[in-house]
């Protein structure tokens, strides 16, 4: 191909992809292994072929008409004598004024007593020779350059039709000529009057800008409003395409497969819908919207029908879509296929069972088929008993929409069924509007502390997902059945159940449209671009040099459950959580932004909402107002709480009131993490230890788009910025780390800039007095660096790039921290800008450095530190799950040592004693005794902890009481507090494990050496 440099070679190439002779089989392929689109076999028309007025091109439509249906044309004659054809198309015209382009493809016309279909499509066996004949004769056309408007000489690149009627238009950019996908988008929304006839809505069914890289596309055209969605292929798991081969350009997928012939009309006959638009309500606002297929949405649909021809039934595919990728239609669209796919002319599956509990998704798929054909009989809700189920399996039901909870039944019923045939679409097994699990979430929860509440609410029960995997293994393939899962984030035991096996052993999904990818395309936001991490800690004051040595996580574990159970520090939060909301949430998306708050129980839930209120209220925030969502009921202080009382109406109203703009707060126990859509939310603050694919999920309620909604906020009371990046590693890719610090840190940097002595504070200030003034000059700003940059030339190369790296960092931290805190200090300010303008003049080419983090302070007292902010940076490479081992999904601790004096200091905080060293002995001897007790040893050898700790604890106390005349004040306060009693033993026991465990590794090693 030689080289395009203009607009006029890029229409060119396309349109004679579009013209060139294709294979008449090509418009109906017998072969079901047939999977591409053939290109090719359009005709070419001039711009004067097309009537404005009417807009359609007369002669091929009625050449479509006399071909296909000369009987009802003859009749048509007869009825409209000298006038049939202007009236037939003066018809037409008004058809398609009142009901869209869309519905007379797919209805026809009637007038006059005749009724003519206006397009033909593949019929789903080839028994009848008649119906491919007419499906053959369906006329397809381009017409370049056309002149589209009866007040003015504009002209389209290019327009595509079938038999007369535009379904398609296009603008055309190349970049050769310095313009792309951007400036034909900015056409179309500045030059393209929507009020135009080819353009009002339902007239054409897509508006395509295309350039040789990248392709967007429109349904509908609404000047400086019009919102243009990607339709790339994506590139790897990122957006845009993928580099071209030889002789092709990125984007010729556009018109060698979506505008192939079969291309267009399975767009027609099966996947463009027109839907009604509904308010926050649910309510229909009289307004249309079209829906037309994502890329992504296309390819998984036919590569899914595709492959289970060639493959016929027995299977299982994996669908990994991201959240935003329009999974409801997709399933929709999935199964509306399914239930018509034919192989050597029968059908395929005798019913598709979809396995769902979203509700959208029900009447999503009522609304799809509704447009396709009539809905009676072809699909069936079942949402009461397990013999409904079976008898609309037996009766044949063409689609069976039931809930997760039924899954095992439908395996049960499938499998006696062994003469028919079922194609099981399951949707997102995890994931319920309300995030509840199947664990009975009605039971009571009546505990004493704050702890035994996470610690009972905090096990993570068998979800859905899990249960249906677990069924599929225990049931085995069934030959009969094929199954479909769709997830955003698969668990292990998922991708073994349900994906595709290389060569190397992994499990991949079938279809993949991955979360940077719709991150990349605009879709979801990215909830990791403004995390913060915040720390609780103590100021531990080292009482001496040398100590024995405990394990570090005993330590975190002691910090985290004063933390927990202390109200003063639950209320430290709620402050730190309103006022952050006050000053740099409440105004985000134009003063609507909502916040979560997620806690480790239900007990936390409603203690949070206790202080919640109390706190507005004594602060007079009547606007800030919180709801919160649990399950059961928690007995707290003799008291008895509930999600609907505490709300003051039902669990079921919750979601619809937090849409409302009375609550800005929604304060959450194990639900509403998963499943749950709400555009508004802005920020979360979490108190709930998450990892893996549940903080994916959890933190993943932030990412739903709003046409107002700009970024999004994270504020993590419990979890490291690390773990965090690795539960998300394997549903995005591979990760790179970018953490912010303390604001201090800015002087420390403001320091070190100074130090290489490139500028002067009059240098800053100079440009600081042109940057803030009315109207500063480009010069004024270039002559107040060029002194800067005069020395930056002379100095090495070396300290080039230790500035640079320095300056760099300094402004990403300066721009994330803005966002956060409230700075005072105007030379901070002006370093900034000054800094930020010095960045793009410095010769040396620019990167990007990670942000450092500043080690914790050392504080008298209890306080909470952000000790990470900035961006969680996911890059790409693929990210791996390991297989299944039957364990639960957890976080790992590294066991470091620290000092035993933490303990004592913990013990003092938390309970508010004041032991010495002379304690630190008494602790010392009672390790040593009980690692000396034999009893105890042959104890934890044969039994399981749960077991030994009894052992343990007789043990133990039996020693402290030997021991009580050499500390009487140790003792009597172990023998007074039962609650610090609990806490000591629990160090000492965990603590004599790990000794064990240290000691048979230390002895097998021993052993190998021999």
Request: glycine share 6%; hydrophobic share 35%.
């Amino acid at each position: 191909m030689s080289k395009t440099y203009d607009e006029k070679s890029f229409e060119e190439a396309i349109e004679n992809s579009l013209l060139k002779e294709a294979p008449v089989e090509s418009l109906y392929g017998q072969k079901a292994k047939q999977t591409a689109f053939v290109s090719g076999g359009f005709s070419s028309r001039r711009p004067d072929e097309y009537e404005k007025e009417l807009c359609l091109i007369p002669s091929d439509l009625l050449q479509f008409i006399y071909a296909t249906q000369p009987k009802e044309w003859e009749k048509y004659q007869k009825a409209a004598g000298n006038k049939a054809k202007d009236s037939l198309l003066q018809r037409v015209k008004k058809a398609v004024d009142d009901y869209g382009t869309l519905h007379v493809l797919r209805k026809g016309i009637k007038s006059l007593g005749s009724h003519f279909k206006l397009a033909f499509y593949k019929p789903v066996t080839g028994m009848n020779e008649t119906l491919q004949e007419l499906y053959r004769a369906n006329i397809f056309s381009v017409v370049r350059q056309l002149k589209y408007s009866m007040k003015n000489e504009n002209s389209l690149d290019m327009v595509v039709f079938v038999n007369g009627l535009p379904v398609f238009t296009a603008e055309l950019k190349n970049h050769l000529t310095g313009q792309t996908v951007e400036d034909a988008m900015r056409q179309y929304r500045k030059d393209r009057d929507p009020v135009e006839p080819l353009f009002r809505f339902g007239r054409c069914l897509a508006h395509f800008a295309v350039d040789p890289e990248l392709v967007y596309m429109t349904t509908e055209l609404k000047k400086d409003a019009t919102r243009f969605l990607p339709f790339n292929r994506g590139d790897g798991t990122g957006a845009g395409n993928p580099p071209s081969g030889y002789n092709k350009y990125a984007t010729s997928y556009l018109w060698e497969e979506v505008w192939s012939r079969d291309g267009i009309l399975d767009l027609i006959q099966n996947f463009i819908q027109v839907i009604d638009i509904l308010d926050e309500d649910g309510r229909p606002t009289g307004k249309k919207a079209m829906i037309f297929p994502r890329y992504h949405q296309l390819d998984a649909v036919h590569r899914l029908i595709e492959d289970s021809k060639a493959s016929g039934t027995g299977n299982s595919y994996l669908v990994q879509h991201s959240a935003g990728s329009g999974k409801s239609f997709t399933i929709a669209w999935l199964a509306y296929h399914l239930s018509n796919l034919h192989v050597d002319d029968r059908r395929l599956f005798d019913s598709v069972i979809v396995v769902t509990d979203r509700r959208v998704l029900d009447r999503q798929l009522q609304n799809t088929i509704g447009q396709f054909e009539d809905v009676k009989g072809k699909l069936e809700n079942i949402d009461k008993t397990s013999r409904q189920l079976r008898e609309a399996l037996e009766n044949g039901r063409d689609i069976i929409v039931t809930t997760l909870q039924k899954f095992p039944v439908i395996v049960d019923q499938i499998g006696e069924l062994k003469s028919d045939r079922f194609a099981v679409i399951i949707d997102e097994a995890h994931s319920s509007q309300s995030g509840e699990t199947v664990r009975d979430m009605n039971e009571v929860l009546a505990v004493e502390t704050l702890e035994e509440a996470e610690i009972r609410d905090g096990v993570e029960s068998e979800d859905l997902e899990d249960k249906i995997t677990d069924q599929m293994k225990k049931r085995g393939r069934l030959p009969n059945v094929s199954y479909f899962a769709f997830t955003a984030t698969p668990k292990n035991k998922t991708l073994e159940t349900f994906g595709v096996k290389r060569a190397d052993g992994k499990f991949e999904p079938f279809s993949l449209y991955s979360m940077r990818q719709a991150i990349e395309e605009g879709f979801i936001m990215d909830v990791l671009e403004n995390y913060t991490t915040f720390k609780t800690y103590f100021r531990l004051l080292k009482k001496i040099e040398e100590d024995p040595q405990f394990e570090k996580a005993k330590a975190s574990y002691l910090l985290q459950k004063f933390v927990r159970e202390s109200e003063y520090t639950i209320s430290k939060k709620i402050e730190i959580i309103i006022e952050h909301f006050r000053q740099f949430t409440m105004d985000r998306i134009k003063g609507r932004a909502k916040a979560m708050i997620v806690t480790s129980s239900r007990l936390h839930a409603v203690r949070y909402r206790q202080t919640f209120d109390r706190y507005v209220k004594e602060k007079g925030y009547d606007t800030i107002k919180a709801l919160v969502a649990f399950s059961g009921t928690v007995r707290d202080g003799g008291m008895e709480y509930t999600e609907a009382k505490m709300n003051g109406f039902s669990e079921s109203q919750t979601a619809g009131e937090f849409n409302t703009d009375k609550y800005r707060f929604l304060i959450v126990a194990n639900k509403f993490l998963t499943g749950f859509d709400q555009p508004l939310l802005h920020t979360m603050y979490v108190d709930k230890r998450l990892n893996g694919v549940h903080a994916v999920q959890t933190l993943s309620r932030l990412n739903r788009i709003h046409p107002d909604k700009r970024d999004t906020m994270i504020l993590d009371f419990v979890n490291e910025a690390e773990e965090i990046e690795k539960s998300f590693q394997p549903y995005y890719e591979k990760t790179l780390l970018t953490e912010g610090t303390d604001p201090d840190t800015l002087y420390d940097l403001e320091t070190v800039l100074e130090q290489f002595q490139l500028y002067s504070q009059d240098d800053v200030d100079r440009f600081a007095e042109v940057y803030f003034s009315e109207k500063p000059k480009h010069s004024d700003y270039y002559n107040c660096l060029k002194p800067v940059i005069s020395r930056f030339e002379e100095v090495e190369e070396d300290v080039k790039l230790d500035f640079r790296k320095t300056l760099t960092r300094f402004v990403h931290l300066y721009s994330f921290l803005s966002r956060i805190i409230t700075f005072s200090d105007p030379g901070l300010e002006k370093l900034y800008h000054f800094a930020r303008f010095l960045l793009r003049r410095l010769p040396i080419p620019r990167g990007q450095l990670p942000l450092e983090v500043l080690e914790d302070i050392d504080m008298e007292s209890l306080r909470i530190q952000k000790s990470s902010k900035g961006k969680i940076q996911l890059e790409r490479g693929p990210g791996e799950l390991k297989p299944s081992n039957g364990s639960a999904e957890t976080g790992a601790f590294v066991n470091e040592q620290e000092l035993l004096s933490k303990i004592i200091e913990d013990l003092n905080e938390r309970f508010g004693t004041e032991f010495t060293e002379e304690d630190k002995v008494f602790l010392s001897q009672l390790q040593e005794r009980l690692e000396k007790n034999e009893a105890l040893r042959n104890s934890v050898q044969v039994n399981p902890p749960s077991s030994a700790r009894l052992t343990f604890d007789n043990i133990a106390n039996d020693i402290i009481q030997d021991m009580i005349d050499s500390n009487i004040k140790f003792y009597k306060k172990i023998n007074d507090d039962q609650d610090f009693a609990s806490t000591l033993l629990d160090f000492l026991f965990d603590r004599y494990l790990k000794s064990k465990k240290e000691t048979v590794s230390d002895a097998t090693s021993e052993k190998q050496d021999h």
